[in-house]
């Protein structure tokens, strides 16, 4: 016998020997439950990880804690779980993760108060944590050298997130463009997710449309570079005045590591794990209007704007209808102010003007238009100067209102003088417009002759095509109907029917007992269990482990040992799909074996 053959002879009777005991294994005794807290000193505007940690209750009810008294903490996101199984030395033990993302909202030394789990009916409480928060933000001291962390432990020098306002003391009604920028040091995967929209009292808040793919510049921040990203930007209306503070807000910020395995220069493994960075509160002082100065029909515009305004013609006859469309466009916020006020108007008579937003001609968050059209009806003939158009805003830069006053038009009214109140006419321009026209004399229609030969209602093919269309939606309803009841009888089907079909699979297996191969045997065997637990408790059977299964048997409360052994039986399968051993003698105990643990875990379902 070679040695290459002697090796591999070796390594399947270890393979063997290490199946054999994972069969018989022990569970570790005892429950212990610790909370763990990374980093344990974070600024101001970091995040901890905060991670409970259950070991010893395999197969047994865990619910996860509650997070009372967290009065210094906010919950970023949480509770994600995971377990684990381990077998050593066959013994084996399970350990229960839950995790949160917090973030304080102060600063100072904060508690992390004891939390309490529930495992069978017991309480399990783990130990206060203790945390340092610092007023100070996750920016880099100067000269400190660069580091490399990995994503999931990031530095908060190297990746953090600042809330950008310009400008910082508006005035109310003032248009304020609030930018969350993104500062790293690292590789960023994707486009950081927003955790929650906060609130803005005392702002319109408007998000703006930003790039699908963020692009990034080069900042110098405390003499080290960082790629900056604009991650989000929002327009703010202040409505009141005073100090105002904008309130924190977190991102999930996926980043990219590679790691090299081994000396290889081609195999090199990426992975991207979010971080979550968080803004500091950012104070302004809102201004209000000065009242110095501000005319009488100012009604809320801020910024800066320019007017346009024209008449639709020059001629009209008393009596119909005119327009006057006055356009303001500019920079700054529009939504709050009525329309431009009209002079005195002795020989028209006005109606109200209808509004309309439209699209702006300079770029800009803030670039604004809108349009007002003015109804007049003249009533004099003659040379008639149309009503100057006046509009009143305050520009935030000089700081002072400014008022902005149309051009002269003039309109040559041609017809008869209208007597005073004879203009009874409707406010929509198209309907003034009619006057001119008269409704065309109608026609009656010439009879139709009536069509030679059968009527085809007297037809027997015209009735069945008439209760065609209801006969199929009879029979739409029907199979919906039935569809739906088999839906809802699933789970009872399938459990109804568990038993058979895992007779059936080992009845397979039999008749594959004595083949050369034993690997479809075993495979039958390990379907027919698992199958049969999916069934009864309507799971699917692709995502059933040994973990799982053993706690779904635990929730029924089936005894241990009937549990044990089903479990066992399953664990010998898979080890001799993949170091099979033994004749048809051991396959037909195996058979027998495997139909014992099922009639024994049919009769305690």
Same mark, same amino acid.
Do not use: M, W
């Given at each position: 016998m070679t040695g290459s053959a002697q090796r591999h002879l070796l390594a399947g009777w270890l393979l063997t020997i290490l199946c054999a005991a994972a069969v018989t294994v022990t569970p570790a005794a005892g429950v212990a439950v610790r909370a763990v807290v990374e980093p344990e000193s974070i600024p101001m505007d970091g995040t901890v990880r905060l991670r409970v940690v259950l070991d010893g209750a395999m197969g047994k009810q865990v619910q996860p804690p509650r997070l009372d008294g967290l009065e210094d903490w906010q919950v970023i996101t949480g509770p994600s779980s995971s377990s684990q199984l381990r077998f050593v030395n066959g013994v084996s033990s399970s350990r229960h993760s839950f995790t949160w993302i917090l973030a304080p909202t102060r600063s100072g030394r904060l508690v992390i108060p004891s939390l309490t789990l529930v495992v069978e009916g017991s309480n399990y409480a783990t130990a206060p944590q203790m945390v340092r928060v610092s007023d100070l933000p996750a920016a880099p001291a100067a000269g400190r050298p660069a580091t490399s962390p990995s994503p999931g432990m990031a530095d908060p020098e190297d990746v953090f997130v600042r809330a950008v306002v310009?400008?910082?003391?508006?005035?109310?009604?003032?248009p304020t463009l609030l930018s969350y920028r993104l500062y790293s040091k690292v590789e960023v995967a994707g486009v950081p997710q927003l955790q929650e929209v906060p609130p803005y009292p005392d702002f319109l808040a408007r998000e703006l449309e930003g790039p699908q793919k963020i692009r990034a510049t080069l900042e110098n921040v405390n003499g080290q570079e960082y790629r900056v990203y604009v991650i989000r930007e929002m327009a703010l209306l202040p409505t009141a005045s005073g100090k105002k503070v904008l309130p924190q807000v977190t991102f999930s910020v996926p980043l990219r590591s590679t790691s090299r395995?081994?000396?290889?220069?081609?195999?090199n493994l990426s992975s991207v794990a979010p971080v979550y960075r968080r803004t500091l509160p950012v104070e302004m002082n809102v201004r209000p209007l000065p009242r110095e100065g501000r005319p009488d029909d100012f009604s809320g515009a801020v910024g800066q704007f320019r007017m346009q305004v024209q008449a639709d013609r020059e001629t009209a006859r008393t009596g119909e209808a005119l327009g006057l469309v006055v356009n303001i466009q500019g920079v700054g916020n529009l939504k709050s102010a009525r329309a431009p006020r009209?002079?005195?108007?002795?020989?028209?008579?006005?109606?109200?003007?209808?509004?309309?937003?439209?699209d702006p001609t300079s770029r800009g968050p803030f670039a604004t238009a809108r349009r007002w059209e003015y109804i007049l009806v003249p009533h004099i003939p003659g040379r008639q100067p149309l009503p100057a158009v006046s509009f009143s805003y305050f520009d935030p830069e000089s700081r002072r209102y400014e008022t902005l006053v149309g051009e002269k038009l003039e309109l040559i009214a041609q017809g008869p003088r209208l007597a005073e109140g004879a203009v009874g006419l409707s406010p929509l321009r198209q309907d003034l417009k009619r006057?001119?026209?008269?409704?065309?004399?109608?026609?009656?229609?010439?009879p139709v002759p009536a069509a030679a030969g059968r009527d085809m209602y007297r037809s027997g093919w015209f009735w #069945?095509? #008439?209760?065609?269309p209801p006969l199929m939606n009879f029979a739409v309803l029907g199979y919906r109907w039935r569809t739906?009841?088999?839906?809802?009888?699933?789970?009872?089907?399938?459990?109804?029917?568990?038993?058979?079909?895992?007779?059936?699979?080992?009845?397979?297996?039999?008749?594959?007992?004595?083949s050369d191969d034993p690997r479809d045997f075993y495979r039958l065997v390990a379907q027919a269990l698992t199958e049969?637990?999916?069934?009864?408790?309507?799971?699917?059977?692709?995502?059933?482990?040994?973990?799982?299964?053993?706690?779904?048997?635990?929730?029924r409360r089936i005894s241990e040992h009937i549990a044990g052994e089903y479990l066992?039986?399953?664990?010998?399968?898979?080890?001799?799909?993949?170091?099979?051993?033994?004749?048809?003698?051991a396959r037909s105990e195996m058979v027998a074996r495997a139909g014992l643990a099922l009639d024994a875990l049919e009769d305690n379902l």
């Open positions: 310009e400008p910082r003391d508006p005035f109310v009604g003032q395995q081994g000396r290889s220069f081609f195999f009209l002079e005195p108007l002795p020989d028209f008579t006005p109606y109200d003007p209808q509004e309309q937003s439209l006057l001119g026209a008269d409704i065309h004399f109608i026609k009656p229609l010439a #069945l095509f #008439l209760g065609l739906r009841r088999t839906l809802i009888r699933l789970p009872a089907v399938r459990r109804r029917r568990a038993r058979r079909a895992s007779r059936r699979r080992l009845n397979h297996a039999t008749a594959l007992a004595g049969f637990v999916a069934d009864k408790f309507n799971t699917p059977a692709t995502g059933l482990t040994y973990d799982r299964i053993a706690a779904l048997l635990a929730r066992a039986v399953l664990e010998e399968c898979d080890c001799a799909r993949f170091s099979p051993a033994g004749g048809g003698g």
